[in-house]
């Protein structure tokens, strides 16, 4: 176990002075390619984030975000249940071999719960980080923590309103990982707030096809003798 994390943590190259490890170059690959399947909306995107979470989880522990830390544990389990939405929608709305599930539009009910979520959940994880950890930045990693909750719970009920969250938490991401000297990843959370545009207008288009009735099928001209 000693000799595989000892692997994880070998410098590979520096930026700004700083070591990047085979494990952030890892994150970095693995979340990419996972942001990019959601916005595809390929349903490989769940396991390709599982192992992701385990990456992150082990590098925001080095690096003493402990809230971001835990917040992979749970986005772990977050996955899981996600993964299992996705196959059963698909499913149920057009059979096993249908490629997605149908995208929904949040309703009052679900703007309210991930109002009121983030907020409460930002309050009480950045009391709780900065009276019971020796965390430098307890208010932005608890906002992070909180609103990525929300965002995964909103995606895995491939709810469009998911990716305006998740643009919050990237906008924040970026110069904190950037203050805790983790510029690899920063450059990912960078690229992730692009890919989050992209997800965002793709699926924005894809609702309204299909909300379009299909074309009635055109019947033949000729007529039979």
């Known amino acids: 176990m000693d000799a595989a994390l000892d692997l994880?943590?070998?410098?590979?190259?520096?930026?700004?002075?700083?070591?990047?490890?085979?494990?952030?170059?890892?994150g970095f690959v693995t979340g990419a390619l996972c942001v990019w399947a959601v916005s595809r909306q390929w349903i490989w995107n769940w396991p390709v984030g599982l192992v992701n979470n385990l990456a992150f989880l082990l590098l925001f522990l080095g690096a003493g975000l402990y809230a971001d830390?835990?917040?992979?544990?749970?986005?772990f389990v977050l996955g899981v249940y996600g993964w299992i939405v996705w196959v059963r929608r698909r499913r149920g709305?057009?059979?096993?071999?249908?490629?997605?599930?149908?995208?929904?539009?949040?309703?009052?009910?679900?703007?309210?719960?991930?109002?009121?979520?983030?907020?409460?959940?930002?309050?009480?994880?950045?009391?709780?980080?900065?009276?019971?950890?020796?965390?430098?930045?307890?208010?932005?990693?608890a906002f992070v923590l909180s609103a990525s909750l929300v965002a995964t719970w909103l995606q895995a009920r491939k709810?469009?309103?998911?990716?305006?969250?998740?643009?919050a938490v990237d906008v924040v991401s970026v110069p904190l990982y950037a203050v805790k000297?983790?510029?690899?990843?920063?450059?990912?959370?960078?690229?992730?707030?692009?890919?989050?545009?992209?997800?965002?207008?793709?699926?924005?288009?894809?609702?309204?096809r299909q909300q379009t009735p299909a074309e009635p099928a055109v019947a033949s001209a000729v007529t039979p003798a």
């Open 8 to 26: 994880l943590n070998l410098p590979l190259f520096t930026i700004l002075g700083e070591h990047v490890t085979v494990l952030e170059i890892f």
């Open 69 to 75: 830390a835990g917040l992979q544990a749970v986005f």
């Open 93 to 141: 709305a057009a059979g096993a071999s249908a490629l997605v599930a149908p995208i929904q539009r949040a309703g009052r009910r679900d703007v309210v719960i991930a109002i009121t979520a983030t907020a409460l959940g930002t309050v009480a994880v950045a009391w709780l980080l900065a009276t019971e950890t020796d965390s430098a930045v307890p208010w932005p990693d």
């Open 159 to 167: 709810v469009l309103e998911h990716w305006w969250i998740w643009i």
């Open 181 to 208: 000297h983790l510029y690899l990843t920063a450059i990912l959370y960078t690229g992730f707030l692009a890919l989050c545009v992209y997800g965002l207008v793709g699926w924005r288009r894809d609702l309204r």
